[in-house]
């Protein structure tokens, strides 16, 4: 605490003279935490290996060293299972504790150098066959296992596009909306929607079944948005699909806003605020351009109106929704 | 000084250090709770997603509200589009001062939101009304506009972009006006990052300045970047040849090849040595910026043999100081200070899913390629 709060408060009388005198120690020697820097390290140099490991493999296909790096792989990733494994306490459903920070990115460079391994196995021999879009399946399976068997949110993540991936779209936040063509194939929106459905009744199953419940957040917070985004665009996109994509849109908006009030979780009910607030609005507009004749320059300047009444609107919604769940101000 | 109600900014400080306190032991829990209820805090701060809705809400609607009038206006706002905004901004201003010292708002969103509108507005028409005078006046202007933003919002964002634009005044100002600018350039530049580092430095630490503690992080920050940059090797290089049409290899290459090199550790030792968070972040970035500094110029090995001993090194690293500091030494710990937090775990899997993708996704051709996603993100820093 800063020397002069300190003086105030004692001089308020809100502090005892043991109190004040212990603040007064601790002032002068605070721990300092290199949590963050050294986390921050570990990932990138995970990034480095892995990608950088995954790359030499290829770049050195047909040289005698090939076999050295292929085997070096090979045991980099059982040893990693190994220490993890080691380190980790017994299989439960429950939530488990991770030991520190740096066994959880050994298990993480574990499972992505498994994936490397097998991924290389699979393009050179196709070992695991052709069928099932096994290049993406088989990962998919070690991930999940990896994820529940040592209780890893980041693996949980991975496997989850990997997921994705398997049914043929990109989810991961950037790829989202750039590596998709949701505008030109219907197959790919009624995918998405798939894929939201499937991970929404996983997320409900995980905290219903008590099976690793704390996982239920990761798979609404993914399901919520490619739901939503596939139903959008399934609106903006799908000539004459309006009646189908709009009811989806709003029955997913339906479930998400009280799964948030139930969690109490702020961020569910902005996410359904938000896209509430794109569905309707191009809703509103759509209507305004199909009365183009009959409005003529009114629909530029009614469109411009309801989007400030709107965007007054929707701040004054997040307001009371705020309100609503005061005590909670995390996820 | 600023816009807002110090004195329940000064509550929140203290209900926040009792909080502190009160989780590391130092005082029992009815303390805290006493301290808390003669310090009571009622400025309206919600928490960051409503901060985010209402500052979007706030930013959107002026932005309509613009749109609307320069409809209305069409005629007379084209032919001086400039004056049009410089209005505009000065009316959003006018708007924040006045609903701050109304409305009980902090960090709300809405004073976000009216302070960059506004600021936006008025460096624009700036710009565009200054288009054909020198830069040197441009800058003096912009800079003493951010700077007056940070005294009253204590905005970092905007005190950056003030920094920024003070460094560009000494940049073209040297240039236009000093007849040897070109070779004491990068040293001027450095100087003056290096004493504004030990001003800011010094402001932090006065009780006076509580309420812009933020905002000197970032200026520390800015400072040390600016102050690695003016001696960067590859930066100098381009500099040269790009400001001052200089040819070749810059003079004093050995001396530029040492600053590239040396200072990023510098910092380092130096955020260890004084327990300070700023130079030790800056300088771990730094590294990056050493390495690509290096391999602009030589092609040391190849690429992933770069990217498989820098893993080596940075885990071999972190594995030390993990058992270095299995319990705390000289007042170093690798615990996190508060407890882990749910959103910052989320974040994490959804940084690692969204780089560390080791199997072709979706839209991506099958390639040999197995690692795609990890070696084309960090290709960049290498």
Redesign the interface.
Known sequence: ?????IH??AD?G???ET?RL??EA?SG??????????K????????????????????NIDTIGHQAILAGIGLLCAACFWYANKHTAPFTWEKTESP???WD?VV??GC?LF??FI??LQ?QYEVFGTRLGS??FI?MVVLFFCAYYFDH??????A???F??W????I????LLS???FGTERRLIDTALLIGLVLTAAGFASGRFNRKAHFS??YY?FAVHVFCIGALCGMFFEDGMLLLYTPALAAALAFYYFLGVRLRS??FL?MT??YAYIGLGYLVIFMLILAMDSLEMGV??LS??Y??VS??A??RI??HL?RKLKSH??? | MLIYNTAELDNA??RQ??D??KA?G???QG?AE??KA?HPYTLYS??I??RI??G???V??VL??T??FF?LMMDGAIRSIEIFFLVWGVLAYGTLEMWMSGHRHYRSGVDDGLTWVSAVYIAGALVALMENDSPVLLFILLTALASWYTVRTSDPGIALCGWVCGIMIVVYGAIAYIPGARYLLPFLVMGISAGAYLLFTRIQRN?RF?HYDLCLDVLRLGTLATLYLAGNYYVVHIAGMELLGMEGEPPLPWLFWTLSIAIPPVYIWMGLLR?DRIP??MG?ILIAMAVFTIRAYHAVM???????L??????????F??RY?KK?KH???????HTR???A??L?????????????????A?Q???????????SNEF
């Open positions: 605490m800063r020397k002069n709060f105030q408060l308020e809100l502090l005892s109190e212990r603040l601790q020697s605070r721990l300092f935490s290199l949590h963050w820097e050294l921050t390290m570990l990932y990138l140099g995970v990034l480095l290996l892995s990608g950088g490991l995954g790359t030499l493999i290829y770049k520190n920070a740096w990115y993480l460079l992505l994936i490397s991924t290389y393009g290049a993406t990962p949110l980041g693996v949980l993540s991975l989850i596009t990997n994705a991936a049914l043929g779209i990109a991961t936040p950037m790829h590596s998709n063509a957040f990761t917070n702020f961020y902005l605020v938000i530029l300047y411009i109106l989007l400030i965007s007054i929707m701040a997040l307001i705020n101000a995390d996820l | 400080l203290i250090e009792a502190d306190a590391a130092v005082i029992v303390t006493r301290i003669a919600p928490n997603f409503v809705g209402l979007l809400a706030t959107l609607c309509l509200a749109g609307l409809l009780f509580r327990k030790l972040a771990l190849p690429i992933e043999t770069a990217m498989v820098g893993g080596i090194f940075l885990v071999g690293v972190s594995y100081v993990h500091l705390p007042g170093f710990t690798t615990e996190a200070m937090s749910f959103g775990q989320q994490e899997g959804l940084i690692i899913a969204e780089t560390m993708q080791p199997t072709p996704q979706a839209g991506e099958f040999f390629g197995g690692g795609s996603g990890g070696g084309g993100g960090a």
